[in-house]
């Protein structure tokens, strides 16, 4: 047996977690720098995995597989496909990122403040969380997902309501109670979404017998299991419905303006850029893989929704007046795009919505990281207290102004890519609904630039005359992150190389074929 | 008793025991209920007990209606004899209702529950019976015998155990760990004059002219009776009596008295109340 | 030959990331190592454009292939480059005058602070244009598309602490967006009608495709080039754009990127000959704002502003000749690269004026400037003859033909369009006059600022004036040099074909038909602005005039429908949101908080309640078991 | 007279015991009334332990009994220590898990 190289990649911020969380509240720093380093260990794991991974093999590949628990037929299985590569290393690309991001933020306050932050256990709850989306990512069996799928909204929970903004425009208590309401809400969705997939899950043992991705694929295909329709559309409707929460789509996504705009910008980061994808990940692999006839069934509405979530997120983003709820109604928006990928039901559709994933983690960690960045400095969230910003800290300024190009969709900078794979995909299916989608576009660059207009240019408001530019810990931050933007932007090949034989086997799935182009079906 | 196999009636003496005492029983049972004291309560509840063991007697359990008596009513009810010492023999219950609708509830389902089972009881057709002769062939103690040590021998163990348990756990639950040294008399008197609030002893209680028990508040010039005069247990059980207006309803009656002797007219005719006793 | 047209792009490319990357360090050598980069590749262009010069006119085409740029199943966009006759001029023309006003800027911005930005931004606006002309598939271009727009974005905001150029900015961008929306939908249609949407494969399957599709493409094609070319009704940003140093205004608002739309159009000839309806929606587009432009730009007091309602007029020309098919196309380029000399020439002259006196941009406090800038007023003098379309001068050439072919296109629709260019060209005489007036002749009228500052009107420096003369010259030469021989025509018609119309007016007559046009608008500009004095505030004008100086209401209608609306729109759903999506989750929340509220009262703390319950339940069992037995 | 009289009156003693538990809220009286109800089981079973003809029913009672004691004690001791925290002996007013 060959070295389980997936196990050890999420045993090893699962580790470093415990091992964070174990030390000495005296050296507090001690904690921080042990938490990057293991990020980064779990870093080179994942390259390791993306070298290994051979995209032109098995659908599946570094499996591992174990019996769990015999008498229900659980079994301990992973395996990873492009898909799940592309998003491993996303998740382990963004997480040092976080935490270096994050280094200050779980700081004891200063004196004279009632509550208590215990710095050790913001970082371990990142590893654990870290820990657990990369075992969802790579989970072959349904039941080991949905255990990770759940676990992780303890530690997501307490990074949100433990872990709040520094200062805060109504005083201590009103952020508590916010923060609680907001970490709550996250938790009850959460949890809803999760008890509905737990009942489909039960409900998949029923009619399959076992919980194996591959197990339940070779069976359909041999014919030795048969879903009866209405159950096969009941049990897609139990997985997506915990999907469409986590991701989140309209009118699933109230939760995701308030845990972003209550918890610190690198928790926003890790709830929206990581923590979510694994939801429009699931959607990918779990539904249209287990589902094919029940997805195709029900890709109407849900291509609908989406299409609600693109346009209605842009809207509300537009009339934000606080930063991180801007950006939270700018990531509905997008996952609108991703959800709208996936169940286009097209290559090209499919592939942009992965390739969305990734770029749309990085972007979104570019913007809001700096936006976390700006905030801390004036300790305020609203637009309407920044003003000339750019006047004062150009580099602060310069980066947000590109994260926010991310965020519209710059050609040249990597969430291009993906979303124009995206609408080609739709529109080659169904036209309308891409056209629609479009608008998206421009409301996208409405909300950004108004955000960038009315924080970066215009008089230096007195409040930010004295502002510093960024730091060189900052600095470190973004810059690996723009550079990846770009590149991705400029050389997307790498990752569509991984990501394509996957979503072939996707497509093969669902049973679809991409439309043929008309002057070529004319002849 | 015969040693037949199938028996339809007991003997006539036994229907009547049964008849007689098994009406005692009852009036125990509901006595135990509805004394409004723990004491006549405990009381009651030993009677039905030793009727009973006249019953188990009566049925061929030798050895268990004599661990009746002997244990059960003799230890047990002691027991409960004692804590009701100890938490206050004259504290009379009340026995009205303070949570809404619990009388009717429980009446509602102790009727219905007595009629079902009742009911279940009388639809069951138990009309033959063994008799215990043949069980009872060795000796009733040594067919017990035999059988808690082979069939039930762990359970006996368990018993066992659980008894220590219990024991150790009651032993538990009533001690009380004394975390500091006890203050030694020297430190109580010098606390005592430090607070400076009552340097010489607590006055005795009783009103000595008539009463010198414990539990009499010992009075006031001005005939008020003082709390302090009275042991604290006492006064947190509410056991103190007031006997004020005795003692001056007495010395009224006796002035009263030599008023007629001396045939004078009464000054004030009524008995003197206390304005708290007046108002209600 | 052809590995160098990547270096086209890369020389910009770099100026710009080491000026924008490099920091503070590079504050004192910025602008020289922009300008120098921009030379470069205006020196590759050079070389390159002589290396097609020998080749046979069939084999002037030179395809790059860099990488393959996103190779989805079904999907494939290369990064290629296509030089052919079509992208060389623009190449040319892009970095030539592009160099040009490197070079001005370097005198202009010299006491801003940000320089070493701004040249760097223009060093990616350059990459960017290049980029937009050079790409082999439309997917690329989408790519310098938008990059032209975020340079632009960056390049009008570039004073970013002035509110008005920051909204500004925003504005352009936004329009343009409008804009580019049509081109990513074009492509996606490409894509779904030929599966692919590089220039070859879409131009040579043309005719088996459906006509409804190639309308539905071309009418995509032309909103995109109405964003970016500010044609109405997406011409609202240009006004506003001249919030931008004038440098910008000269390259970007005048003489490369806003003719990008007359660029996709003459390059999806292709697609446009097979949709004659499109076409006709291209020549109505261009006529209408031919005028619009031109009515604009007579009212407007801001000597920028009226130049831009001048370029959204010259730029009406373009896209109407455009329309007009293979009559027009080369004329479109040929107006287009003449009046990318002049105009940006006369930009270049107004930022000299504007440089010389404290930043004015109010025609109305210049006058008689002509003896204290000579050189500027030279410049901007030949400038001015060669827009209104002074015979010789270089607009006289491009105009005329571009009449011509409207004319040309025959019946009704002919008459209309050549009428209405006819028009046109005596309102630009007239507008055009107006400025030279009110600028450089007439009386001085400034008078000194709010510190009390007196402007001192003076002749900018060398490395400012020479890009003028250069342009000047230009202006001049430029359209003799074109017609005569058909030197042009002959170039670029291997690209875009062909065609001479049957026009029902000779060449002569129409000739003559201009003439009387330009020496109406010039009369009556001298009627009015060179006779007698200029108001210093401007009177309060007809009906017209007044719309026109608010840009014929289209902030207005903008405003109110656009802006007003969605705000009402988004603040409306922000409530939706908070009330009806939350609110249900929240009332469902509230409902099962008040059920258990309710249900909690049972848990009164009460052991005898609890044992009643359990006692019932008792009860009730054997009852349950007493039933059992009984059925 | 059938024995089956005694598994009536035992019915009746547990009733009246179950009621009594309901009822009081002496705890010492409660404790009570939960002892008349075991012995009303008692008396079944050694009832039964006739009707059968073994003494199985008597050894169950005997368990009885031992549990019984063992309860009692245990019982007996919260109730004290309760009354010593509380001073007083009211099931209702232990209706906090909390002093």
Not at chain 1, 171 to 189: C, H, I, N, P
Not at chain 1, 394 to 423: D, H, K, N, Q, R
Request: hydrophobic share 50%; proline share 4%; with cysteine.
């Amino acid at each position: 047996m060959s070295f389980p190289l997936l196990t050890a990649t999420a045993a090893l911020p699962a580790l470093g977690a415990v091992a964070t969380a174990a030390v000495p509240a005296a050296r507090r720093s001690a904690a921080k720098w042990l938490a990057l380093l293991v990020s980064l260990g779990t870093l080179a794991l994942a390259i390791v995995v993306l070298v290994r991974f051979d995209p032109g093999g098995a659908r599946y590949q570094l499996t591992e597989s174990h019996s769990w628990i015999r008498d229900f037929g659980v079994r301990y299985e992973l395996g990873v496909d492009g898909i799940g590569v592309a998003l491993i290393a996303l998740t382990a690309v963004l997480i040092p990122f976080i935490i270096l991001a994050g280094w200050h933020d779980a700081d004891p306050l200063e004196t004279g403040s009632r509550r208590w932050r215990p710095t050790q256990g913001f970082f371990a709850l990142i590893l654990a969380v870290e820990a657990m989306v990369l075992i969802s990512f790579e989970a072959t069996d349904v039941f080991v997902f949905y255990i990770f799928f759940e676990a992780m909204l303890i530690p997501m929970y307490f990074l949100i309501g433990g872990f709040g903004d520094r200062a805060h425009a109504q005083g201590e208590e009103a952020a508590a109670t916010q923060r609680s309401y907001a970490a709550v809400k996250f938790l009850l969705y959460n949890l809803v979404g999760g008890l509905i997939m737990l009942a489909a899950v039960i409900g998949l043992y029923v009619v399959a017998g076992n919980f194996s991705l591959q197990q339940i694929a070779e069976a359909r295909a041999n014919g030795s299991l048969h879903m009866a329709t209405g159950t096969e559309r009941w049990l897609f409707l139990g997985f997506f419905f915990a999907f469409a929460v986590k991701a989140p789509l309209w009118p699933l996504h109230t939760w995701l303006p308030n845990a972003m705009q209550e918890s610190t910008a690198p928790v926003a980061v890790l709830i929206t850029a990581v923590v979510d994808k694994v939801g429009t990940f699931a959607m990918l692999r779990f539904c249209l893989g287990l589902f094919p006839e029940a997805s195709r069934w029900a890709t109407p509405v849900i291509l609908v929704l989406a299409l609600i979530s693109i346009v209605y997120g842009a809207l509300l983003a537009v009339g934000q007046r606080d930063i991180k709820r801007l950006v939270a109604y700018a990531s509905i928006s997008h996952f609108g795009f991703i959800v709208m990928g996936i169940f286009a039901m097209t290559s090209q559709g499919q592939s942009g919505a992965t390739l969305y994933m990734v770029n749309h983690g990085i972007s979104t960690a570019a913007l809001m990281l700096v936006a976390g960045f700006l905030i801390s400095r004036r300790g305020s969230r609203l637009i309407a207290d920044y003003g000339g910003v750019q006047k004062v800290a150009p580099v602060l300024a310069g980066t947000f102004l590109i994260g926010g190009l991310a965020t519209l969709s710059l050609p040249g900078l990597a969430p291009f890519v993906s979303e124009f794979l995206v609408l080609v995909g739709t529109f080659t299916r169904y036209p309308v609904i891409g056209i629609i989608a479009t608008f998206g576009i421009v409301l996208a660059a409405l909300y950004t630039l108004v955000l960038y207009q009315r924080t970066m240019t215009g008089p230096v408001r007195p409040e930010v005359s004295k502002m510093p530019d960024l730091r060189v810990r900052e600095v470190l931050v973004v810059a690996p992150l723009i550079v990846l933007l770009i590149f991705l932007g400029v050389y997307p090949k790498p990752v569509t190389n991984i990501v394509n034989p996957a979503v072939k086997h996707t497509m093969s799935d669902v049973q679809k074929k991409d439309p043929k182009p008309e002057v070529e079906a004319a002849k | 008793m015969s040693a037949q196999l199938a028996a339809y009636t007991t003997s006539t003496g036994e229907a009547f025991q049964f008849w007689v005492l098994g009406t005692v029983a009852v009036i125990g049972a509901l006595c135990t209920v509805f004394m409004r004291k723990a004491v006549h309560s405990a009381l009651s509840l030993a009677g039905t007990m030793i009727v009973l063991a006249v019953f188990y007697l009566a049925n061929g359990a030798y050895f268990l209606g004599v661990v009746q008596i002997v244990v059960y009513t003799g230890a047990i009810m002691m027991l409960f004899l004692f804590v009701v010492m100890l938490v206050g023999v004259t504290a009379a219950d009340s026995l009205k209702e303070t949570i809404r609708g619990q009388r009717l509830l429980a009446l509602l389902c102790g009727v219905g529950f007595g009629v079902l089972l009742l009911a279940g009881i009388a639809n069951a057709s138990l009309k033959d019976f063994a008799g215990t002769g043949q069980a009872n062939a060795n000796g009733n103690v040594e067919g017990l015998a035999a059988l808690i040590f082979t069939k039930y021998v762990f359970a006996f163990e368990i018993t066992g155990a659980l008894l220590i348990t219990a024991a150790v756990g009651a032993m538990v639950l009533t001690h009380r760990e004394r975390t500091e040294r006890a203050r030694t008399q020297r430190e109580l008197a010098e606390q005592r004059v430090r607070e400076g609030k009552h340097v010489p002893p607590l006055p005795a209680p009783g009103v000595y002219a008539r009463h010198n028990a414990v539990d009499i508040a010992g009075l006031l010039p001005d005939g008020t009776p003082s709390e302090l005069t009275v042991s604290r247990t006492l006064r947190e059980r509410g056991q103190i009596r007031d006997v004020s207006t005795q003692a001056i309803n007495d010395l009224r009656a006796l002035e009263q008295r030599s008023e007629d002797r001396l045939e004078r007219t009464p000054i004030e005719p009524e008995t003197f109340k206390r304005p708290e006793e007046a108002s209600k | 030959m052809e590995k160098l047209i990547a270096l086209l792009i890369a020389a910009p490319l770099l100026g710009a990331v080491v000026l924008l990357v490099g920091g503070r360090r590079l504050d004192r050598v910025g602008h020289w190592v922009g300008t120098l980069l921009s030379t470069a590749s205006f020196v590759v262009g050079v070389f390159l454009f002589a290396d097609l010069l020998g080749r046979n006119a069939e084999h002037r085409t030179l395809i790059q292939h860099l990488w393959t740029w996103i190779p989805v199943e079904g999907f494939q966009a290369d990064v290629t480059f296509r030089l052919d006759q079509l992208s060389m001029t623009f190449v040319l023309l892009i970095t030539g005058v592009g160099s040009l006003i490197h070079l001005y800027s370097v005198g202009y911005m010299e006491h801003d602070e940000r320089r070493r930005r701004f040249f760097g931004y223009l060093n990616l606006f350059l990459a960017a244009m290049l980029l937009l002309v050079l790409a082999d598939n439309y997917l690329l271009l989408y790519v310098g598309w938008e990059g032209v727009g975020l340079a632009s974005y960056l390049l009008i905001g570039f004073w970013q602490h002035k509110p008005s150029a920051a909204t500004a900015a925003k504005k352009a961008f936004l329009v343009n967006r409008v804009g580019d929306m049509g081109l990513s939908i074009a492509i996606m249609l490409m894509f779904t009608t030929f599966g692919s949407f590089a220039f070859g494969p879409v131009f040579g399957h043309v005719d088996g495709a459906t006509e409804g599709k190639l309308t539905a493409i071309g009418l995509l094609l032309l909103l995109a080039a109405c964003g970016k070319s500010a044609q109405v009704p997406l011409q609202s940003w240009l006004g506003d754009a001249m919030e931008g140093p004038t440098p910008v205004s000269a390259l970007i608002h005048a003489a490369t990127m806003v003719t990008a739309g007359v660029y996709l159009i003459v390059r999806s000839a292709a697609v446009f000959n097979a949709a004659p309806d499109a076409q006709l929606v291209v020549t109505v587009v261009g006529t209408v704002t031919l005028l619009f432009g031109a009515i604009v730009g007579c009212a407007k007091d801001d000597i920028k502003k009226a130049l831009a309602g001048s370029t959204m007029s010259q730029i009406g020309y373009m896209v109407l000749a455009a329309g007009l098919g293979p009559i027009g196309y080369v004329f479109a380029i040929m107006h287009l690269v003449t009046h990318g000399f002049f105009k940006a020439g006369l930009f270049l002259g107004a930022g000299s004026v504007m440089h010389g006196m404290n930043d004015e941009v109010d025609m109305r406090k210049f006058g008689g400037l002509r003896k204290y800038m000579p050189v500027t007023f030279i410049t901007f003098g030949l400038g001015y003859l060669a827009i209104i379309g002074f015979p010789g001068l270089s607009g006289f050439f491009s105009k005329d033909k571009i009449i011509e072919a409207a004319f040309a296109k025959g019946g009704t629709e002919g008459w209309i369009l050549g009428g209405a260019a006819l028009v046109g060209a005596a309102i630009t005489a007239f507008y055009m006059t107006r400025v030279m007036l009110m600028t450089f002749f007439g009386e001085k009228r400034w008078q000194p600022d709010e510190n009390g500052a007196e402007p001192h009107p003076h002749e900018s420096p060398k490395v400012m004036t020479i890009p003028m003369i250069v342009l000047a010259v230009g202006s001049v030469f430029g359209g003799a040099f074109f017609s005569i021989g058909d030197r042009f025509l002959k170039w670029l018609e291997p690209v875009t074909g062909h065609s001479e119309g049957h026009s029902p007016v000779s060449a002569g007559e129409i000739t003559i038909a201009t003439m009387a046009c330009l020496v109406i608008g010039v009369g009556i500009a001298w009627a009015q602005y060179g006779r007698r004095p200029v108001p210093a505030v401007a009177p309060r004008g007809s009906l017209l005039t007044r719309a026109a100086r608010r840009d014929l209401l289209q902030d207005d209608f903008n405003h109110v429908v656009l802006v007003r609306g969605g705000e009402h729109l988004t603040r409306s759903l922000v409530y939706v949101d908070h009330t009806l999506v939350d609110g249900v989750v929240n009332g469902t929340a509230a409902g099962f908080g008040g059920l258990s509220g309710r249900l909690r009262r049972l848990q009164n703390g009460f052991a005898r309640s609890y044992a009643v319950s359990m006692f019932g339940g008792a009860a009730l069992l054997v009852a349950a078991t007493l039933l059992m037995r009984a059925v | 007279m059938n024995p089956v009289n005694y598994l009536y009156l035992a019915a009746l003693l547990f009733t009246i015991g179950a009621t009594g538990v309901l009822i009081r809220r002496n705890a010492i009286v409660v404790f009570m009334c939960v002892e008349l109800m075991l012995n009303a089981c008692n008396l079944a079973f050694v009832t039964f332990s006739r009707l059968h003809g073994n003494l199985d029913g008597q050894v169950i009672a005997f368990f009885t009994m031992v549990v019984a004691a063992a309860e009692v004690v245990v019982g007996l001791a919260i109730i004290v220590s309760l009354f010593r925290t509380r001073h007083s002996a009211s099931v209702d007013d232990a209706s906090l898990m909390k002093l």
